[in-house]
């Protein structure tokens, strides 16, 4: 690894391809990325010291916090899940939805009576912390790693915590929001030792960041 270039660690698929627009927009590419058929995971632009590496989104904080990558991008659903020591630095404004408590409607009162009840996620630590800290509710977390919304449809659990986008999956298997989270965006974070190390070169991409995500608000684009 040479210590002079800055890692990235992005998270594959439509947030990489979203983050790498962002960079572009600021001077900062990576040719090699951009061919679609490449099965590679590690890019180089030497020209401009920069460095890619693609990951499983949950464990770019964890790429980061070591210091495997200098920054990162991740969901905060992500970063509240894995609960990483890091500096979160911008709201990049982008893969935007909500972390919420879902089920059919008649486990509403379930909620209300502070009930023992079963919580499917892939968020156990989100999903613990709502309900410990937040409502004071004694539940039995189960964790899933995918289709949570079968949790309640077949009877594995009273309700579900997971994020809502469009909301079509929870419409098209009869399942309402029952409660409301937290809202999730995709964030920049900064490994903290290369945050003092690479001062001058991070903070100039957190600044010109900042500007690029401030110009396509105002266009109407976030
Ligand atoms: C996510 C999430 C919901 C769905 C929400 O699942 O867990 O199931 O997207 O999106 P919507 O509100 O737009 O329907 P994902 O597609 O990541 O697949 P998974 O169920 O295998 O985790």
Redesign the pocket.
């Known amino acids: 690894m040479k210590e002079d270039y800055i890692t990235f660690a992005l998270a594959k698929g439509r947030l990489a391809r979203t983050t790498m627009g962002f960079l572009r927009q600021i001077g900062i590419t990576c040719a090699e990325m951009e061919d679609p058929d490449t099965r590679k995971l590690v890019f180089t632009n030497d020209d401009l010291g920069v460095r890619f590496f693609l990951s499983k989104p949950s464990d770019v904080p964890t790429f980061v916090e070591y210091g495997a990558a200098d920054l990162g991008v991740a969901g905060k659903d992500t970063l509240m899940e894995e609960g990483r020591r890091l500096y979160e630095v911008l709201d990049l404004g982008v893969g935007k939805?909500r972390m919420c408590v879902c089920g059919p409607a008649a486990a509403a009162e379930r909620l209300q009576h502070h009930e023992m009840i079963r919580v499917a996620t892939?968020y156990p630590v989100i999903a613990k912390d709502y309900f410990r800290n937040k409502k004071h509710q004694t539940v039995e977390i189960i964790k899933l790693?995918?289709?949570?919304?079968l949790g309640p449809i077949v009877g594995l659990s009273d309700v579900i915590v997971?994020?809502?986008?469009?909301?079509?999956?929870?419409r098209e298997n009869g399942l309402v929001v029952l409660e409301e989270v937290c809202d999730i965006s995709a964030k920049l974070v900064v490994n903290q030792v290369s945050m003092k190390m690479k001062q001058e070169r991070i903070s100039a991409i957190i600044e010109d960041l900042k500007r690029v995500v401030c110009e396509e608000k105002n266009q109407g684009n976030l």
């Open positions: 939805c892939k790693n995918g289709s949570v919304e997971d994020i809502v986008e469009t909301g079509s999956t929870l």
